[in-house]
């Protein structure tokens, strides 16, 4: 079975010894490498000398058979050698995750004092997190394989930071208060407990590479979990360096197994380890073959075709207008979070909205990666949809379009210049145009149409018959406006008021979807607990009995 850390290792994990252990790390050593946990030099990734990933399993670092290439997405040079694992070697990850049992890692009456290991090692990764060499480092590296501005990615590292701050100290055990309700007599009560899944998996996309998986990950042992985590290939090196960041940091080795390979390889590890939850974060295609797969023991954070709905108080064009840049096309639109379609109000077209769209979109650039490469679509797919789109009657192109100029990233990927493309509402509702106008194009496109007063109905019907409903943003500041679409309306994490926004999502706040019991939440208390934990009532009947009771007759 799986090694629990006894009381004499536990204390010497203590809280008290963190000072020791902050004094200890002098940024100033020189190693093999220039942080004492990484194994990679950021900026010397290259062909030349490329980067490599190994898998994590059952304690021990590992290779595999064979090794899969990544190539750099502005160069197309390879530049990070994946130790891919197929489907002959998954035996290892298999029994890993069987040795961990369904009532965990750590439980309320079990090794209790792992709540507070994991609150200690969380502070200590947030200070880690919070060193400015350790900081850019993450963030460089995430710029290296997913490219986003150097703003965008250092706040991913920012996010990750202040949620590990968040879970510091007893915030970890907080997470499994219980509670207690009289019984029916004296010497009986019922209590409710969060409980483990115990044998668990991650699987999370390449859009945020440190995020997402961290914070899920995070969750996952918070609530006496064993996760295998498995991240895109294309970024699993900046998961894999912070997986090594907390191993310094006083996480067991034990506790996290770490997989690289393919989808097909990956389904095959699921179906024969039988985790007893798996938390997806990616395309509603793969959701469902999943939720099919894993007979629904699943929970999912899938696609988004995120709207924003401009109401009929204007104000503030300059700042509504950056917002709904920055929503649009900040990391070349690959965020789930996307604005993918914006419904302006008539009363917007006489201002100067569209123009200034125009001029924030047409600012962007590969030099500083205000806008870069598409990964998961080529820049003729993206024109083909474009194409298609502007064959409706009354579509028309309202800047973009043009393929990115004057640069080297390779062909897989797309590059293609912030796009809009006008589709009048009275089009987008028929049936023959819905399916293509909601597609979700992920990166650097969007639809914008207008709506007069009377055809409120006619959006909140769009907005009704969507499938997936991740985020989405009311920007008015009319409280009956408000009321009617945020009332009429169902996505998880919905902003609303005149500095409404579709993306963007803090550590303070719930991100996730809603409307499907299978949603997944991330970021707070109740996301951790509604993901990885589940109830358990434990029903104490201690007694006494009556005096002079007797057997009753037979019921």
């Known amino acids: 079975m799986y090694r629990v850390l006894t009381c004499r290792e536990v204390r010497a994990r203590a809280p008290q010894k963190a000072l020791t252990w902050f004094a200890s790390f002098n ?23 490329p980067a490599k990933v190994h898998n994590l399993v059952q ?37 890993s995750l069987s040795k961990c049992p369904k009532h965990g890692l750590h439980n309320p009456f079990k090794s209790p004092e792992r709540y507070l290991l994991f609150g200690d090692i969380s502070a200590k990764a947030a200070h880690m997190l919070g060193l400015p060499k350790v900081s850019e480092f993450f963030a460089r590296l995430i710029q290296r394989v997913s490219p986003k501005s150097y703003q965008q990615a250092l706040a991913e590292v920012q996010v990750t930071q202040k949620f590990l701050e968040n879970f510091s100290g007893d915030q970890v055990r ?17 209590h409710g407990f969060r409980w483990p899944y115990g044998p668990v998996a991650i699987i999370t996309p390449f859009n945020f590479p440190l995020e997402i998986p961290v914070l899920q990950l995070m969750g996952a042992l918070y609530m006496g979990n064993k996760p295998t985590v498995k991240v895109d290939s294309k970024v699993c090196i900046v998961m894999e360096q912070m997986i090594r960041l907390l191993h310094y940091c006083g996480l067991p080795v034990e506790d996290v197994d770490f997989i690289n390979s393919d989808g097909k390889t990956m389904n095959k590890l699921l179906l024969e380890a ?21 007979k629904g023991r699943v929970k999912l954070e899938d696609a988004g075709f995120d709207w924003k709905v401009l109401g009929p108080d204007v104000n503030e064009v300059d700042y509504v207008a950056w917002v709904c840049d920055q929503d649009a096309y900040a990391c070349s639109g690959q965020k789930c979070s996307a604005q993918s379609i914006l419904f302006m109000h008539e009363n917007w077209s006489s201002t100067s909205l569209i123009p200034k769209l125009k001029d924030l979109a047409e600012r962007r650039k590969l030099g500083d ?8 679509l080529t820049t003729d797919a993206m024109l083909d949809h474009m194409g298609k789109l502007l064959q409706i009657s009354g579509a028309k192109l309202l800047f973009g379009g043009k393929p990115l100029e004057n640069h080297s990233i390779p ?11 006008y589709i009048p509402l009275e089009e987008i509702v028929k049936d023959d145009n819905f399916e293509l106008v909601t597609k979700e194009i992920f990166g650097p496109f969007q639809i914008i149409t207008e709506y007069k007063k009377d055809q409120l109905p006619m959006v ?3 907005l009704e018959r969507m499938h997936a409903h991740l985020t989405a943003a009311v920007v008015s500041n009319d409280s009956l406006f408000l009321q009617e679409v945020v009332g009429k309306s169902v996505n998880g994490t919905t902003y609303a008021g005149l500095r409404a926004r579709t993306t963007g999502a803090p550590q303070n706040h719930w991100f ?17 607990k509604l993901v990885w934990s589940c109830h358990r009532e434990i029903i104490y009947d201690l007694g006494p009995i009556p005096k002079h009771w007797e057997i009753p007759p037979s019921t």
């Open 174 to 190: 907080f997470l499994a208060r219980s509670f207690a309700v009289p019984g029916n007599h004296l010497g009986q009560q019922s």
């Open 460 to 462: 909140l019907d769009v």
């Open 274 to 294: 039988k985790p007893r939850m798996t938390l997806f974060t990616g395309s509603s295609r793969v959701a469902e073959k999943l939720a099919v797969d894993l």
């Open 411 to 421: 062909s897989i990927y797309g590059a293609l210049k912030p796009t809009a493309v």
């Open 27 to 49: 940024l100033s050593r020189r190693s093999a490498h220039s942080l004492p946990f990484a194994t990679v030099e950021v900026d010397e990734i290259s062909g030349s000398q």
């Open 512 to 528: 996730g979807p809603a409307g499907d019991p299978r949603g997944a939440g991330i970021g707070t208390p109740e996301a951790i």
């Open 369 to 376: 990666l205000t806008v870069g490469p598409v990964l998961t």
């Open 59 to 95: 304690g021990k670092w590992e290779g595999a058979s064979k090794w899969n290439t990544i190539v750099d997405p502005l160069n197309g040079e390879p530049f990070i050698r994946i130790a891919d694992v197929d489907e002959t070697e998954i035996q290892p990850f298999v029994e």
